[in-house]
């Protein structure tokens, strides 16, 4: 078992960056790849990025290429995403996920409790 905790939600203006991140306790964090979610208000869960166990391979949805980066720090087992050029679409509840079985498509076993990020237009 893995329990994860998001962190660094809030209201950003459209352009600006937020960096969110995701602490896990538990089984450490480094045996699993990690990944990011989001929901919008009125829409599916949908996959943002997905980091491998040891961090060294990522993939993004097509519609973050470029924008957000995701990382992560096995000695403290944290998980990061950086956003930037953030656009209005983006405003959702972000949920960070581990998964023991799939990474790619990322198939989660585990979620954080979310963090709402807002962008104003």
């Known amino acids: 078992q893995v329990q994860l905790v998001e962190s660094g939600g809030g209201l950003v203006q459209a352009g600006g960056s937020l960096k969110l991140s995701c602490i896990a306790s538990?089984?450490?964090?480094?045996?699993?790849?990690m990944g990011w979610f989001r929901q919008a208000p009125g829409k599916e869960r949908e996959f943002v990025a997905a980091?491998?166990?040891?961090?060294?391979?990522?993939y993004y949805a097509d519609s973050m290429k470029g924008r957000f980066t995701i990382s992560r720090d096995n000695a403290k087992n944290t998980l990061d995403l950086q956003m930037d050029s953030l656009k209005p679409e983006d405003t959702a509840v972000y949920y960070c996920?581990?998964?023991?079985?799939?990474?790619?498509?990322?198939?989660?076993?585990?979620w954080g409790q979310g963090t709402q990020v807002t962008v104003s237009s």
């Open positions: 996920a581990a998964t023991a079985h799939g990474f790619r498509p990322f198939q989660p076993d585990y």
């Open positions: 538990g089984r450490p964090a480094s045996k699993y790849p």
């Open positions: 980091i491998t166990s040891l961090g060294r391979s990522t």
